[in-house]
């Protein structure tokens, strides 16, 4: 695995423009080049969807519950360790990945389809908070990083109710 990129001014300049936004924390397993495939629904490749080369990994804003569960519960049968949902980074910039082209079958078992984006080459870099978009689009640094959901949080943080007629 390749250590995780410092950014700064100089740092961010280098970066490639380019970013696809995934939703966590497929966005994580992404970064990690665990993920080798990326599956989208487009109908029509055009050539903005269609960028073969180095992009950023944007990890989009939202994340439910259950989108948090079964990608952890995948990435999990992987053999990988998915990190608690509060932990993941929401909203910017969380690695850089290499687009080597669009497939529509890929024995891969993280290939769903209908179509997917053979990625390589992934690798984390520090959080840049960063305004998504849909398909392949010019980031730019800004905005804040998505706080974790109340569901996110540990037990530890947040207190449980007690059942009613609980005994003491």
């Known amino acids: 695995m390749m250590p995780t990129l410092h950014t700064g001014s100089l740092a961010d300049a280098l970066l490639p423009r380019l970013a696809l936004s995934v939703r966590q924390p497929w966005a994580h397993a992404l970064a990690m080049g665990w993920k080798p495939v990326e599956n989208r629904s487009w109908r029509v490749i055009t050539p903005q969807r269609q960028h073969i080369g180095f992009f950023c990994i944007h990890a989009s804003k939202g994340m439910t519950r259950a989108e948090y569960e079964d990608g952890r519960d995948f990435i999990e049968d992987m053999g990988f360790e998915c990190p ?32 997917g984006l053979l990625v390589s080459d ?9 305004a998504g978009k849909l398909y392949f689009f010019e980031w730019k640094p800004g905005g804040e990083a998505v706080p974790p959901a109340k569901w996110m949080l540990d037990a530890a943080v947040v207190p449980l109710k007690s059942p009613q007629g609980m005994l003491l």
């Open 84 to 115: 608690p949902a509060a932990e993941l980074q929401r909203g910017g910039i969380v690695g850089i990945g290499r687009m080597l082209g669009i497939v529509r079958k890929c024995d891969s078992p993280w290939f769903f389809g209908p179509k």
């Open 122 to 130: 992934a690798y984390p870099i520090q959080f840049i908070p960063s």
